[in-house]
């Protein structure tokens, strides 16, 4: 079956690093996602991985190991604007004319203390 | 730069009402898709569609309506509202994999309420 597996909720404090886990099983694999939503908005892509190895952005990286059906999400310097839920999504290879359809785990609410 | 443009934004229903919730992109992007946001649920795909005249199923299909006539709208129809249905509603556009960036642009969301 498909299952994408993220914590519920994580704090951090201003100025910190965090990591924000993702484990997932599905039928194939083509790809996966992380976005930001802050409460009330629309999700926003933050950054892609299809290969093993990280994705610098910044302030953001991601993480893959296709291996282990695993990837992270690490925030450097929080800050209180970080304060958000965190999506994983996993595109399974399958379906969607074999494109792929896009499967998203329930999120992380990442709450950003002074 | 319009992007993802979802109308409209809040909505309340009568149980047993029909409506339509309209999507339009302007990046002539090929797949669209419609999800549904629940508390604790992340977001479940309800209908998808790979291009013009092209539309199937996502995970929770039932109760929802869609069709795809042009590149650019991509409807989606409640055909008899249930208080179930209640929910936050998204949708969403993108390349297909392999022609260029392939994230999903989403619209700002529809709140909808059935009573």
């Known amino acids: 079956g498909q299952n994408i597996d993220q914590p519920t909720e994580m704090t951090a404090t201003e100025g910190a690093i965090v990591q924000i886990n993702c484990t997932y099983q599905t039928s194939g694999f083509n790809g996966l996602f992380w976005y930001q939503q ?40 929080l800050q209180m604007k970080d304060s958000a839920s965190y999506l994983c ?8 004319n074999q494109g792929g359809k896009l499967i998203f785990g329930q999120g992380t609410e990442l709450s950003v203390k002074p | ?26 990046m002539n992007h090929e797949y669209m898709s419609w999800y549904r946001q629940d508390p604790g649920m992340g977001l479940r795909l309800i209908h998808y569609s790979v291009g013009a005249g092209i ?17 650019e709208d991509f409807p989606l129809r409640l055909l008899s509202a249930a208080p179930s249905q209640t929910s936050v ?13 392939t994230e999903a642009f989403f619209g700002q969301g529809t709140r909808l309420t059935v009573v």
Do not use: I, W
């Open chain 1, 38 to 77: 802050h409460a009330g908005e629309a999700p926003t892509f933050l950054s892609y991985n299809v290969l093993d190895g990280l994705e610098e952005k910044g302030r953001f990286s991601s993480f893959l190991s296709r291996s282990k059906g695993y990837s992270y999400l690490l925030l450097k310097e």
């Open chain 1, 89 to 96: 999504a996993v595109r399974d290879g399958r379906g969607y």
């Open chain 2, 1 to 26: 730069n319009a992007g993802v443009t979802q109308t409209p934004k809040f909505q309340v229903l009568k149980t047993g009402q029909s409506m339509t919730l309209q999507c339009a992109q302007d």
């Open chain 2, 55 to 71: 539309t199937d199923q996502g995970e929770v299909p039932n109760g929802y309506n869609v069709s795809r006539s042009t590149t």
């Open chain 2, 89 to 101: 509603y998204f949708c969403a556009s993108s390349y297909p994999p392999g022609q260029g960036a």
